[in-house]
């Protein structure tokens, strides 16, 4: 068993910064590869960014790149994503995932509701 905790979410202006953090508990992060996926009113849960559970590898959705940045800390037992120049549009609840994929581009690629663990959430509104 996973738990998973997110935080970090709020307010922000159009092209400002905020950085997620994914907390887990129970089995060691490091055997999973690791995700944020973020679901807009209605709109299906998408996949963002993902991060590889042994090299650490990153794969990130095309609106995405260059403006995020997912990172991992296993002896922290923490998952972080930084999003810079957010815009309008990233408005979302943003969702940590956990999974058996060996990459990234694999998580990506399976069926959201797939994956093995989810948090709750945290919301991120960003305001014009």
């Known amino acids: 068993q996973v738990q998973l905790v997110e935080s970090g979410g709020g307010l922000v202006q159009a092209g400002g910064s905020l950085r997620l953090s994914c907390a887990a508990s129970g089995r060691t992060l490091s055997t999973w590869t690791m995700g944020w996926f973020r679901q807009a009113p209605g709109r299906e849960r998408e996949f963002v960014a993902a991060i590889s559970r042994n090299a650490g590898i990153t794969y990130y959705e095309d609106s995405v790149k260059g403006r995020f940045t997912i990172s991992r800390d296993n002896a922290k037992n923490t998952m972080y994503l930084q999003m810079n120049s957010l815009k309008p549009e990233d408005t979302a609840v943003y969702y940590c995932?956990?999974?058996?994929?060996?990459?990234?581009?694999?998580?990506?690629?399976?069926?959201?509701?797939?994956?093995?663990?989810w948090g709750k959430g945290t919301l991120v509104t960003v305001s014009t």
């Open positions: 995932a956990a999974d058996r994929s060996t990459t990234g581009q694999a998580m990506a690629e399976r069926p959201y509701y797939a994956m093995d663990y």
